[in-house]
């Protein structure tokens, strides 16, 4: 198809979906489908649940039940692909635009999303606005500024009998405008007013307005609710609606949305329309003509220092009281915040290859900044509650009670701290100053000190904030690395891992069950291997008295995977996992030190070596960064 042909199909298109029709026939498409005239909330509130949601089960899914314990937890699919770490707050936007939609107090009180630089606020307003771009056309009457509502022009005395015929509530009045062309053009006889339909666009200003910050010293209200237009004052009387321009945010967003971006910059005199668009959805028009009906979604948002100074000032009281302040804090998960960086590195059009555990290098240090200290645990301890891992305590699962520190913490967690966009301009630049067109963890954290020496923040916050990436996430990577080379040393270690696992799953349920282990091969009965569970159970610290506690607890906990459903597998019971792992590694250590270590190789050692590239690259480094990782470790990590 060439463009030409394109073009006319295309055109050809925009024809047959043009509509018009009387308000007579309008009716007639009310009465089948009483749907069409919903309000904005309930517009909204349906396009977001079109593509409906799932509630996670944390009974079924562990890790969720140590975040959330027995909390009723659901995730929107409109926003899964955007949005990561704060399936909270969406909720509470939901449960904002699900009463708004029932006709509630909320619909007729503005959404307000306050939170720090770069949590996310604006993202959801313009995923909401995007939305309503891809939505179906709404019916408005032809040649209406405020695109309002057809039934509007059912008169007062009429609409509680057209509302039983219909099924719908009518809600709203006329325009200025419409009331004078109902007279003057059609002489009163609103069945034949025209009706078409109009779509939703951003770059149009149709039933989506935006509102930024205005210079103080120039606020003019006119760009809220149009203007009376001077050329026409001539020809018409100042009360003539024709002299309107109806062209304000309120306006154009009418049966829409309309966003005040860092609303509270604005003086408060400017926002007095919004004081009646909610509480009595009308808003002024200009000149001297009577209110007019307006029928939107109003979202502001700002940050937390423009709310507080807002807020503080008791005059205010009347805006702050049509207010639903919902907070929208940085997320605190480390998984769901590496996928922010994975969705945004991906829809850029970086090439470079990512070395393991760069992100999490980087989603680490943003979490350790915005956690709250603890007198209970460290702050990697909490990051890693945080985040739905085990904590591995001499051989048992530490309980930490999330709640108790989410409590100690206070609601302000997750309100301060380095902000997303921070993060990725450190990514961003780890790749620009990249030379084989690969980042891994070092560079990434050489990229953030760089970064953070360059903040113009107290010299307190950027040390607090060096010793995290220089004293916890530098030796906290130093041991992953550690771990990860000595694994890559052991050939088939996953395999090895499983044998371990499944021989010692043997022993334990015959130990606790007092019965006898038959050899798969001689079909002898034998007593459960003690010598081989204390092997494993103390590299994790497990004392000789406390060894049938741990063999009780492993099967137990595997008798309740079964029950479940679940998988069983070495990972499932995270302090056999790492009982399993560290006994595995152990052998390899020494040998892993002395030929990562060595410049001059024998032919067994060159073997060995070559065997671990290998495994490494296929967990996923390429060559450039393996050799990075593995000179950075012959240099730091074994240096004795």
């Known amino acids: 198809m060439n463009f030409k042909e394109l073009i006319e199909i295309d055109r050809k298109k925009r024809k047959t979906e043009d509509f018009q029709c009387t308000f007579l026939h309008y009716l007639e498409i009310v009465k089948s ?18 593509d409906e949601f799932e509630v996670l089960d944390t009974e079924e899914n562990l890790r969720l039940r140590k975040i959330y314990g027995n909390e009723v937890l659901k995730k929107y699919n409109f926003f899964s692909k955007d949005f990561f770490g704060i399936d909270k707050t969406l909720m509470k936007i939901m449960n904002y635009f699900y009463s708004a939609s029932m006709k509630g107090e909320e619909s007729r009180q503005v959404l307000y999303l306050v939170g720090p630089v770069g949590s996310g606020k604006s993202s959801i307003v313009e995923c909401i606005k995007k939305a309503l771009e891809k939505s179906e056309d709404i019916y408005v009457l032809k040649g209406c500024p405020m695109r309002e509502e057809p039934l509007h022009l059912i008169p007062k ?17 006329l325009c200025p405008v419409c009331k004078y062309r109902l007279k003057e053009e059609y002489n009163g006889e609103y069945e034949r007013f025209m009706v078409e339909k109009s779509g939703f666009s951003i770059r149009s200003r149709k039933g989506i307005g935006i ?29 003539d609606p024709r002299v309107l321009s109806l062209n304000g945010a309120f306006n154009v967003s009418n049966r829409g949305l309309v966003e005040f971006i860092e609303v509270f910059k604005n ?53 702050l009281d049509r207010i639903v302040r919902i907070e929208v804090p940085y997320c605190l998960e ?21 070395a393991p555990h760069t992100i999490d290098v980087a989603a680490m240090f943003a979490i350790l900044t915005r956690l709250s200290p603890s007198v209970k645990v460290d702050l990697l301890t909490k990051l890693r509650i945080y985040n739905g891992e085990d904590i591995i305590d001499k051989g048992g699962t530490k309980r930490i009670d999330i709640l108790e520190l989410k409590e100690e913490s206070g609601i302000k967690e997750g309100m301060s701290g380095i902000s997303t966009r921070f993060i990725i301009k450190a990514i961003d630049n780890a790749i620009c100053e990249c030379k084989n067109s690969c980042i891994n963890p070092l560079s990434i954290i050489e990229s953030l000190i760089k970064s953070i020496k360059d903040l113009d923040i107290a010299e307190e916050d950027k040390k607090r904030y060096l010793s995290f990436i220089q004293d916890i996430i530098r030796k906290e990577y130093n041991k992953i690395l550690e771990n990860e080379i000595n694994m890559a040393f052991i050939q088939g270690f996953k395999e090895g891992a499983e044998t371990l696992f499944n021989n010692y799953l043997d022993n334990a349920e ?10 798969s091969i001689t079909g002898e009965e034998l007593e459960p291997d003690e010598k081989f569970m204390r092997s494993i159970e103390e590299k994790i610290g497990v004392s000789e ?4 506690g741990f063999r009780m607890d492993v099967t137990s906990y595997m008798l309740y995977l079964l029950r479940k459903g679940g998988k069983i597998d070495y990972t499932c019971y995270e302090p056999l996992k790492e009982a399993i792992e560290k006994k595995l590694t152990f052998s390899a250590r020494e040998i892993s030190r002395i030929i990562t270590k060595s410049k001059i190789r024998d032919k067994e050692q060159n073997e060995k070596y070559n065997s671990m590239l290998k495994e490494m690259e296929q967990n996923g480094y390429c060559t450039h960064c393996c050799e990075m990782v593995l000179n950075y470790a012959a240099n730091n990590l074994w240096k004795d």
């Open 267 to 319: 003086d408060v005199e400017y926002l007095h329309s919004i004081i009646t668009a909610t509480q009595e959805k009308s808003i002024p028009s200009p000149g001297k003509a009577a209110m007019i009906y307006f029928d939107g979604v109003i979202i502001a948002h700002s940050n937390e220092a423009e709310w507080n100074k807002f807020k503080g000032d008791h005059t205010n009281e009347a805006i």
């Open 33 to 50: 489908n009483p749907d069409i005239c919903k309000l904005s909330h309930k517009r909204i509130y349906d396009i977001i649940l079109e």
């Open 510 to 519: 015959a130990y606790v069950n007092n019965s006898k282990i038959k050899d």
């Open 334 to 354: 480390l998984n769901e915040e590496k996928k922010i960086y994975e969705k945004i590195l991906k829809n850029s059009n970086f090439n470079v290859h990512i």
């Open 157 to 173: 005395h009429l609409r509680g009998e057209f509302e039983k015929i219909l099924g719908v509530k009518i809600e709203g009045d």
């Open 545 to 548: 008295s406390s060894s049938k």
């Open 211 to 239: 509102v930024p910050p205005v210079d103080p010293n120039n606020q003019d209200a006119s760009a809220l609710v149009g203007a009376v237009d001077i050329s026409k004052m001539d020809l018409y009387p100042e009360d």
